[in-house]
């Protein structure tokens, strides 16, 4: 039996956009054992792929740390005896990994990041639709062996959502009553990927305004767990999560269930485009075109200012703001963001 290792240890959307190609490929190709091999967060995920997918931690910041803890994880994953592996990442730590199993023997191929066009994306006065990061995974697999692969990939969970008695089973859902659950994810790691947060309070205002809708809030650490609290304590039918799920599945599982998102060019979009739910997403410094969007996302549903040139600025959105106060971001009007979740909100479901 054939036995693929795969390698993606970063960012936390990068790792995400993994799994609709793992999964597929898992489906399609059941005779083929795959081992993913990532931070420990991303476990609850991968957990829930086909049984032939199996998951094991690199601890970078702990046991796996340095050129001694690599060569250590490199022993460990070599004693899996993969006969192939897919580097995802491509970075110096996966070149050093790529070495010892090509050494080693094994088979061995690389994402192609292709960072000229990146750069020539970002310059270019017109912009073009980019290869996804999605296609470049899939060719990794193609390149192993599996030349007709392509992905087609639906959703962790089944339709409808994942079942929340067994997922949550401490989430009352009789306090919840409204029928139109609305997703929001209001943080980026980067400035210049984050609507102003006074912007997205009228955001919240707006939705919470209409007693038919529940708004869950998702974010981490102590400083967007303050922000999400205090919204939480004065809108009506505002939720804050922050803090309250164990791991990503769970967060998952809620996102299942509810109608729409609105998230940043971040994790959460592609955390949601897994559990197929559409995503209404504000773009500042980065572009939608450039080939990040979430799985199945559509792009009239990309929130950004058109009117521009100095959009992107960066493919990452890391750069610093040539005029110091992100218009990108500040020129977007909180209620157009609400009536494109409004959209969603009382878009009527087909039988």
Not at 65 to 81: C, D, I, V, Y
Not at 322 to 330: E, I, S, V
Request: net charge positive; glycine share 6%.
């Amino acid at each position: 039996m054939k036995h693929l290792l795969v390698l993606r240890f970063s960012a936390i959307g990068d790792v995400l956009m993994t799994v609709p190609v793992i999964d597929a490929f898992a489906r399609q190709h059941p005779d083929v054992r795959l081992t993913v091999c990532s931070r420990a967060w991303a476990k609850p995920i991968f957990d829930l792929l086909p049984e032939n997918v199996a998951f094991t931690a690199a601890d970078l910041k702990g046991i796996h740390k340095g050129f001694h803890g690599l060569n250590l994880l490199g022993r460990r994953l070599l004693a899996l005896q993969p006969t192939g592996v897919a580097d995802l990442h491509d970075v110096l730590r996966t070149k050093w990994l790529r070495l010892r199993f090509r050494l080693a023997g094994r088979t061995v191929r690389k994402i192609h990041k292709d960072r000229t066009a990146r750069r020539r994306f970002v310059t270019a006065e017109e912009k073009t639709l980019q290869l996804s990061v999605f296609e470049k995974y899939a060719d990794v697999f193609r390149r192993l062996g599996f030349p007709d692969f392509h992905p087609d990939f639906h959703s962790l969970f089944p339709a409808g959502g994942a079942d929340l008695s067994t997922t949550l089973p401490d989430f009352d859902l009789s306090l919840r009553p409204e029928p139109h659950w609305v997703a929001v994810a209001p943080f980026a790691t980067h400035e210049g990927k984050v609507y102003p947060l006074t912007l997205m309070e009228q955001v919240i205002a707006q939705l919470s305004a209409r007693e038919d809708v529940r708004v869950f809030l998702f974010g981490a650490g102590p400083r967007e767990r303050e922000v999400l609290e205090g919204w939480a304590t004065r809108y009506p039918r505002v939720e804050s999560m922050a803090g309250r799920l164990r791991n990503m599945a769970e967060e998952a599982a809620l996102i299942s269930h509810c109608r729409v998102m609105l998230s940043m060019d971040s994790a959460n979009m592609h955390l949601a485009s897994l559990v197929a739910v559409p995503v209404v997403s504000i773009w500042g410094a980065t572009h939608p075109l450039g080939g990040f969007m979430g799985w199945g996302q559509r792009m009239e549903d990309a929130v950004q200012r058109t009117d521009l040139d100095c959009r992107p600025c960066s493919i990452y959105g890391n750069r610093p703001c040539r005029h110091g106060d992100f218009p990108c971001l500040n020129g977007i009007r909180p209620k157009d963001v609400t009536e494109k979740m409004l959209s969603y909100i009382y878009k009527k479901v087909e039988a």
